[in-house]
């Protein structure tokens, strides 16, 4: 065991008997490049993050996800890293990031880094020093493999972004072949080789010790690899093999990582992004050994508009999870496309908040969904990312002045309406986005109920999905309305709105009555 280092930031640890910050906070995402500009470059930056952390302070959020800024080529955005222990030239520098972190705990917010463990750049020296020769001391940090007989790739595994390519490339100089889950510019590690553990582990000491408060685990299921490569079945070699990889050998490889961050006092947090097609697979990847949180990405962006998909979807995780783990609430991210455009509309957009705010579990919100941000329309000349995802990174809008707050021309087109749903023109309006998110964070943060508590379905009406979260004596109804059409609820006792799609006042009376796509949370009169 590790000795316990004291890093000054937040807070400890929580008191004995409360849950751990990590269960009871909310995490905003901040994808950089596309958050705020102080250069002036048109891509976001680590100082014109800082400028803004005021704002996402006001939102009531606990924690900062920040997205890759290690210095990186950008062949995937920053997921394809050259330097672990440095930050990009285009974010800033490292006291640019020392600053951040001081900020953000000054205003009381902790910050993850996003950590990306699977695989490197191939301009990492890392890499550059494994393909240079089949005895380099380096060559066995990589996944390298003979060609079969007939010339092709060691197996029928293929990469993600490009459908039914092999996850494998010819290196011509040392006629191996390299695994990449990914791009041919993000060479796989091999994690089963214990240098490669240790100098990992380095890299997340380096954060530690500099105050970071845990690190989002970027494909965190794709770690442990089964050693024979065996082929992935032949039906399903149209699904990235990353999306399928799950082996035992994954599970050592996260205790080591849990053993690491607790030997930190101030209770450093680790989710692992996991993304598999097998679901009953998730519970692996979160409870004591294992991560403390963990994403289930399909479960949670794929789940459709559904009053009965999602009750049986909450369900399943409850039960999966049983009581050993927590689950993780998500709507949103870099990968995918918004949930406000892929539910479209906004009455939809603001009821999912209050599934996102109100089911048991640590919500993760994404920039830009507080203001209702739809994806933008990407012209086929400024497509930039290999994995068609820029629509739902386009930058943020501030104000409704030209440019909307970015002082040139940003790297990617704004969101529809950019005008319409900038921050500023936002907060001047009790009835936006912005400002009932924020009711909705007030009110999540003042129960302990909708933070902590267990949960029961309420069987309420046809369409609507109504649920009861219970701490000690705090208790809290949250009902959503799916159908197009109004529903009345029966509710024992009597009720008033805490927080409610359609209202900007809290403390009404509840009748029952829901409007089409109307969400409400409840306290007992
Ligand atoms: C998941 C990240 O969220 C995504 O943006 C990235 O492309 C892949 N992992 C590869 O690192």
Redesign the pocket.
Known sequence: MSPVVEVVGVGAATAKGDPPWWQSAVVYQVYPRSFADRSGDGIGDLAGFLDRLPYVAALGVDAIWLSPVFRSPMA??G??VSDYCDVDPLFGTLADLDRLVGGAHRHGLRLLLDW?P??TSDRHPWFLESRSSRRAAKRDWYVWRDPKADGSPPNNWTA??RPGHPAWTLDPSTGQFYLHS?LPE?PDLDWSNPEVRAAMHDVLHFWLERGVDGFRV??AHCLGKDPALPDDPEHLVVVPHCALNHHPSTAPILAGLRRLVDGYAHAPMLVG?V?LVAPHEMSDYSGPGAFHLAFDLPGSLHTPWDADAWRSRTAATAERLGRDAWPTLVLS???TPRHRTRFGSEARARAAAVLLLGLPGTPFLYAGEELGLEDAAIPPERRLDP?G?DGCRAPLPWNDAPGHGWDAEPWLPFPPEAGRRSVARQEADPGSMLLFYRRLLAARRASPALRAGDWRDLDAAPGVFAWERRHGGDRRVCAVNFASAPRTIALVGDWRVEAGTHRTQAGAAFDGRLAADEAVVLRPD
Do not use: P, S
Request: aromatic share 24%.
């Open positions: 995937d955005f997921y394809d990306v699977n695989h993600a972004f990914f993000q970027d494909v992004e993304f991210n870099h990968d994995g995802r």
